[in-house]
């Protein structure tokens, strides 16, 4: 029972390098999100999804670009690494039920650090 | 500007005693909130919620506290165990349709449970 499912768990990059996190799920959640979490910030919203073929920003979406073009899958690009894209990303899913007040499910994070 | 805070970074309790984490929020448009739990290099688990309808919400050795006119929650751990030293997450989602699935989190709080 695989969950949420992130790759890679560990990467480092260097300043103006592009990568992509992939988000796996096996939930058939409708709902999913990537959240990053920084040294007493908590957890804050990058970009979110509503569903396949929709995305929406976050409160921190600047540097980022999302896709969700299967149900399962929601990716987050960074366009051009900087040093402060340096953080612990998760990703989340949850069921639409309720108003979508459902409590989310994350994956264990990816550790990225921009030299 | 951070609208659900844990003043509290950490916690320490003995085993056997009661762990009692706070957390206040400022934005009166909040009506469900959550609790995660989480172990180093895990991603968030779901412990419990509370609607904005109830002041209480108990779930075995858990129980969260809302207190509506004073913009607080509180979860009770009775009796805390070894197993209970995570990092604790508040988290409130918003009514109307925009805020649907979307949740802002606190700072998060260390609790450590010592024999």
């Known amino acids: 029972n695989a969950g949420v499912t992130q790759t890679p768990k560990f990467r480092v990059l260097k300043t103006g390098q592009s990568m992509t996190l992939l988000c796996a799920q096996d939930m058939n959640h409708e709902y999913m999100y990537w959240y990053r979490q920084d040294p007493g910030m908590g957890l804050r919203l990058i970009h979110y999804?509503?569903?396949?073929?929709?995305?929406a920003k976050g409160e921190v979406p600047d540097g980022y670009n999302v896709s969700r073009l299967k149900k399962q899958n929601f990716l987050l690009g960074l366009e051009s690494a900087a040093p402060s894209q340096t953080s612990v990303y998760f990703c989340a899913s949850s069921w639409i039920w309720d108003r979508g007040k459902q409590p989310q499910h994350f994956g264990d994070g990816t550790r990225l650090s921009i030299l | 500007d951070q609208q659900v805070k844990q003043n509290s970074p950490s916690l320490s309790v003995q085993e056997g005693r009661i762990s009692i984490l706070n957390c206040d929020y400022t934005?009166?448009?909040?009506?469900?909130f959550l609790w995660y739990k989480k172990y180093p290099a895990e991603g968030p688990t779901f412990l419990i919620s509370?609607?904005?309808?109830?002041d209480k919400n108990e779930d075995g050795r858990f129980t969260v506290f809302l207190n509506k006119s004073a913009k607080h929650l509180s979860l009770h751990i009775v009796p805390s165990q070894p197993g209970d030293s995570a990092v604790y997450f508040c988290a409130a989602s918003a009514r109307g349709i925009d805020s649907w699935g979307k949740f802002q989190f606190g700072a998060g709080t260390q609790v450590v449970v010592t024999p």
């Open positions: 934005n009166s448009m909040f009506d469900y």
């Open positions: 509370i609607s904005s309808i109830k």
């Open positions: 999804s509503v569903g396949e073929g929709t995305t």
